[in-house]
């Protein structure tokens, strides 16, 4: 092996590879969970990027608004159209570098939550990667608990593609959904999707992290 310290390059955040995530064998009620949305200027993880990003912390029922995380990112290089459909300015906001960094401090190795959230997930990858560092925290998708939780969604019930947008998920199960469509309001309601889920999910045997 060619991996020997001296030529090891060193991680640009020494205090990120000392956090330790929850083990599997953890119970979901314990574990503190990121529940992340993020709005980006495309749909292209490699040529778009990230425009805002918001995420709250929950634990059990505990949804902690007072830490909620907030970002505007500045991207010069997007086009201002692409931004304004977010109701964003991309010369606005911080670096991304330093966006970047204080949602890994926010998140630390906690497992993320998110609606489809593989693209969030790319979004993430790429800029992670510009910086040098590989985000390694472990993400679950409100839409794959979904049919899981609710038999409405499975796939021989052929549920309609608009069953699957999170407003109409939370008018399902009437839950509070008055700031859609900007990320902070759909991070707040994808906590609450998420609550409701693990509830249901433990009530069907799913009791710890690595059965969920």
């Known amino acids: 092996m060619i991996n020997w310290w001296p030529f090891r390059k060193k991680h640009p955040w020494p205090w990120y590879v000392k956090l330790k995530a929850p083990s599997g064998k953890s119970l979901l009620e314990e574990i503190e969970f990121v529940v992340l949305d993020m709005e980006m ?32 990112v500045s991207q010069p290089q997007t086009r201002p159209e692409a931004a304004a459909v977010h109701e964003l300015l991309p010369f606005t906001g911080k670096k991304e570098s330093e966006v970047l960094e204080a949602l890994a401090r926010f998140c630390g190795a906690q497992p993320v939550i998110g609606h489809f959230v593989r693209l969030d997930r790319e979004f993430l990858h790429e800029g992670y990667k510009r910086l040098g560092v590989r985000w390694n925290n472990t993400f679950y998708d409100t839409s794959a608990l979904l049919p899981r939780a609710d038999d409405y969604y499975r796939e021989e019930a052929f549920p ?53």
């Open 41 to 72: 200027s495309g749909l292209d993880a490699r040529l778009d990027r990230i425009l805002s990003i918001a995420a709250v912390k929950v634990k059990g029922d505990h949804i902690a608004l007072s830490e909620m995380f907030y970002e505007e």
């Open 160 to 212: 309609p593609k608009d069953a699957w947008k999170l407003e109409n998920i939370c008018k399902r199960y009437k839950l509070p959904n008055d700031e859609m469509h900007h990320a902070s309001g759909d991070a707040l309601a994808t906590a609450l999707l998420f609550v409701h889920l693990r509830k249901t999910l433990q009530k069907r045997g799913v009791q710890k992290l690595k059965e969920l």
